[in-house]
């Protein structure tokens, strides 16, 4: 089980730090975890003049699954294009072909008073959003910002293959099936091209899965539904840009996007896992950061590359446990809860474990 871990920039090296310690505790119980560590983003560019060096990349690539902590920050904003973080993200992504991005939004009953929606709206909440993730308006060329007729343009390309909406589309239902067979796509058919090959193929392949039932949703009312009435959806699979938008929504139904792990696959279950939250530069170094959604990308990347069904459950159960405990970081705090920092929320999770 070799894995390479990738702490990234602002709060990523403090909670990847605490993830590392339930990998420890884990090889200690006998699985053959090996780790090696790398740079990536705003860190790689201070050391390395770029967000995704060679070596990284070659790291990455030997390894079995990586865990990403979070890139970026307001240090490296005023970079070149080029040469920003969130490039490193990208291009590991592109390079290694993870193509299926499984974002989770699941409510702890723990936490149902840290969603700013009524309790009775997301009770019970467990949407998984499946995210295209190499495709899209992220990568279509042409791009760029120029001159025409004398006034300057900026343009990009949403661009989707048949194939590549096939492939995440049957990532999509093959996830349905393990749940409760109920699959929203969601497009822009009535304005964009693009979107209407998405419905058309998302369509037929649904021919293969006769027990999945497959509903389409335009993209603006599934942002709206989202908040009106969450608990309709179950898998929702949608491109890029628009997963990239719905899966920031999804999180914060759940009122914790501190909670939240991702995964990203390629066609052969090798990943990518990493919270579902940013870099937070502004709680960096203060040892305040909520390290609980990188400790459940550990547990996504034990069930999903590894199949330990069994080690994954565990981890997941420490975190159930030190939530019912009553332990919290400031992100989820409440009153009447005990508030702690990133190393100890660590040290409840060990325990736990
Ligand atoms: C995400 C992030 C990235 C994205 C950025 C940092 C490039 O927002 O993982 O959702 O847009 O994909
Ligand atoms: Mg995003």
Known sequence: MKICVLPGDGIGPEITAQALRVLAALRSDGLPIEIEQALIGGSAVDAEGV??????????????????????????????????????????????????????????????????????????????????????????????????????VGFNTMIYSEAEIRRIARVAFDIAMKRSRRLCSVDKMNVLECTQLWRDVVTEEAKSYPDVELSHMLVDNAAMQLVRNPKQFDVMVTGNMFGDILSDEASMLTGSIGMLPSASLDAANKGMYEPSHGSAPDIAGKGLANPLATILSVAMMLRYTFGQEEAAARVEDAVKRVLAEGLRTADIHEKGKRQVGTAAMGDAVLAAL
């Open 51 to 152: 967000p995704l060096p060679a070596s990284t990349l070659g790291l990455a690539g030997e390894a079995d699954a990586v865990l990403l902590g979070a890139v970026g920050g307001p240090k490296w904003d005023g970079l070149p294009r080029d040469r920003r973080p969130e490039r490193g993200l990208l291009g590991i992504r592109k390079s290694l072909e993870l193509f299926a991005n499984l974002r989770p939004a699941i409510l702890y009953p723990e936490l149902a008073n840290a969603s700013t929606l009524k309790p009775e709206v997301v009770a019970g909440l467990d949407i998984m959003i499946v995210r295209e993730l190499t495709g899209d308006i992220y990568f279509g060329q042409p791009r760029g910002i120029e001159q025409r007729d004398g006034e300057t």
